[in-house]
């Protein structure tokens, strides 16, 4: 028998590391000019040890991290879905042939939003990527909100 008591919670599939309730989903992997990221097969809680083995990088450089959805608190947040989803899907190609064996994606915003498409871009999202293509940053930049 369910539970009747659990919160369903959105998760952020792009959070930073520094959330309260964050988890790490998967690690950074592949070539630093087409990092990908491998899916851990249960998300991990986020702690200070968990965080210490990313040293001398920053968390965001090796881990991808989720945590509860901010909905208005975030800057990519519309008043109902996740423009940073749609941008993703409408400016970046797809990376996988298949679905990514995600431990998060039922609670995933960006499934949630924008199923598929959404999950074969999302290997190549790396939340501090020093190296990232002009497409990636036109996709993250929320000053472009302003101009649509």
Known sequence: MEDITTVQTTLCPSARPESVDGVVFGI???AIAAPRVAYLKQPLPITDEVMAKASPVTP???FRTAA????SGCQ???GKDCRLAMRIVEKLPAVVEQLPPCSIRRDCRWWQQEGKAACMRCPQIITDNYSSSEQLRQAAD???YLQT
Do not use: K
């Open 68 to 71: 509860s959805c901010a909905e």
């Open 28 to 30: 950074v992997a592949g």
């Open 60 to 62: 965001a450089e090796i």
């Open 142 to 144: 929320p000053s472009i």
């Open 76 to 78: 990519h947040f519309d």
